[in-house]
């Protein structure tokens, strides 16, 4: 399995510049590759829930992880 595809749904986000727990609802998906040892991922969540205080609206990340 060197391919994997994530989707995900909630109310949890990793981004801390959100004003509650409660003003968040994301949705986002993850596409993993792993070759060998190394494991690389990007990930993006959009939330849906819109207001006019908040700063952010999307979190991408691209990751690289060495397991041993």
């Known amino acids: 399995q060197q391919w994997k595809i994530l989707a995900r749904f909630g109310y949890v986000q990793p981004d801390n510049r959100v004003i509650s ?3 968040q609802q994301i949705v986002g998906g993850t596409l993993l ?6 494991e690389f991922s990007i990930e993006h969540s959009r ?8 700063l ?6 691209l990751r690289t992880i ?3």
């Open 56 to 61: 952010n609206y999307e979190y991408t990340a």
């Open 47 to 54: 939330d849906l829930l819109h207001r006019d205080d908040k």
């Open 66 to 68: 060495m397991a041993f």
């Open 33 to 38: 590759w792993k070759p060998g040892l190394v």
């Open 21 to 23: 727990s409660s003003d």
